[in-house]
């Protein structure tokens, strides 16, 4: 939440209106179904996991709760279809990864809400998108209609 406050601000201190709130949500990474029920029943609607098994294992045991679930950390294209069934995916990092995505997401009949991951910095082994390539993740150009992109 401290960094909610911080981004919140300007240098000065002025408060800056941010164009949406800054929400938090528990991750479930390597926490137990049972954890996570009790997190839900005391008001957290939105979790999020970056295990696809681990997540698949969790949302089965938990099916009767309504909860949003977000997959962060990186994407293999070989488990978008299970990934296609998140509420939120926070780390489109490419070009492959979105196309397996609006696919998955084709075939699901539903959108799926992407965030774009880019790094700013000039490292060359980064996994993360290139600036240059935010346009190729994107809807438009990726031809991903279903991929709703929030870059």
């Known amino acids: 939440m ?3 406050v911080r981004v919140s601000k300007r240098p000065a201190g002025a408060p800056v209106a941010l164009p949406t709130p800054c929400v ?3 991750l479930s990474k390597g926490v137990a179904p049972e954890v996570l029920r009790a997190a839900v029943v005391a008001g957290a609607c939105d979790l999020g ?3 696809v098994q681990e997540w698949q294992a ?3 045991a938990l099916a009767d709760l ?3 679930w977000h ?3 990186r994407i293999q294209r070989n488990k978008a279809a299970a990934i296609a069934a998140c509420a939120l995916v926070h780390s489109l990092t490419d070009e492959r990864v979105a196309r397996a995505l609006d696919a998955a997401a084709a075939e699901r009949g539903a959108p799926l809400p ?3 991951q880019v790094n700013l910095a000039v490292r060359r082994r980064s996994p993360v998108s290139r600036p240059q390539s935010c346009r190729a993740c994107s809807p438009p150009s990726a031809r991903s209609p279903r991929c709703g992109s929030k870059a």
Do not use: H, M, Q, T
């Open 114 to 116: 992407v965030l774009l």
């Open 49 to 51: 996991e970056n295990y």
């Open 58 to 60: 969790k949302r089965d």
């Open 2 to 4: 401290r960094a909610c």
């Open 66 to 68: 309504a909860i949003a």
């Open 71 to 73: 997959f962060i950390g």
């Open 24 to 26: 938090s949500w528990p």
